[in-house]
């Protein structure tokens, strides 16, 4: 009698380690580290890019060619370089001061804080989202969002500004892949709880020794018929760049 208690025990014990049980820990996600990983998404130590921005409007169309430069989180250098029309015009940002330069007028301009939410370049994109003045890993908090049935292979995560900070949004919900919390998705919503743009990436390629989205699609929600695409055409991580790029006097062509 006691050999087949024993051998019923151990044939038991056998079914249910086969099922998850209420005390069976969860898998963890560390989303400090996934949050840090859409900050540094398109940005190393040093990087340069080639890009492509399509504007798309219900009236018009026009594609903007550009490089852009970047150390870290505090410096990036833009220039655009097709069509003639804006040829020339760049961007500088130093930690918190940002310089718009103008061929034309052979002027440069120094951008308030005020004007960081404002439309790029007649862009969907702001000045904020092409130099990124404010980090979501060092300026918002942020908390996993349980996954709705039929998306478990997406990881949500909400993102809450700092209320010390001049940042527009009430919150930023970002949607990763849960096999290599690469974003699929960032929503936008207002104080009042409304969403106001949509960022989608896409077209997930290889640069170098990382695999990123090479294209991303912004969808503003209270402009019909609007949308702005940016396409990474070559992206060079580490790439040795002289400090001088990121000066007044190269933002002027010198």
């Known amino acids: 009698m006691k050999t087949n208690r024993t051998f019923l025990g ?3 014990t056998m079914i249910f380690s ?15 580290e996934i949050v840090h990983q859409v900050d540094q998404l398109y940005r190393s130590d040093f990087s340069y890019s080639e890009v492509e921005m399509e504007i798309v409007t ?5 594609t903007l060619s550009m490089q852009a430069w970047t150390q870290g989180m505090d410096q990036t250098f833009i220039r655009i370089t ?3 029309k804006e040829k020339g015009m760049a961007t500088l940002r130093i930690k918190n001061e940002m310089w718009n330069y103008l061929p034309k007028t052979n002027k440069v301009i120094k951008i308030p804080p005020s004007m960081m939410m404002s439309s790029w370049m007649g862009s969907d994109f702001t000045n904020d989202d092409l130099v990124k003045e404010f980090s979501l890993y060092d300026d918002f908090s942020y ?4 996954s709705a049935k039929g ?43 409304q969403l106001m743009r949509i960022l989608n990436y896409s077209e997930v390629k290889k640069f170098g020794t990382r695999t990123l989205p090479a294209t991303m699609e912004m969808i503003p ?22 400090p001088e790029v990121f000066s007044l006097r190269h933002l002027r062509g010198d």
Request: glycine share 4%; hydrophobic share 40%.
């Open 10 to 12: 151990i044939i038991l």
């Open 18 to 32: 086969m099922f998850p049980t209420a005390s069976t820990p969860a898998e963890v996600i560390d989303v400090k």
């Open 58 to 62: 219900p009236h018009w169309q026009r």
């Open 82 to 84: 097709a069509p003639d």
């Open 143 to 146: 908390q996993l969002i349980p």
């Open 151 to 193: 998306s478990e292979d997406t990881i949500l995560i909400n993102c809450i500004p700092r209320p010390d900070l001049p940042i527009v949004w009430h919150n930023i919900v970002i949607a990763g892949r849960k096999e290599d919390h690469l974003p699929v998705w960032q929503k936008y919503y207002d104080e009042k709880g």
């Open 221 to 242: 929600q209270n402009k019909e018929g609007h949308k702005t695409v940016i396409r990474y055409l070559a992206l060079d991580f580490d790439r040795k760049i002289n």
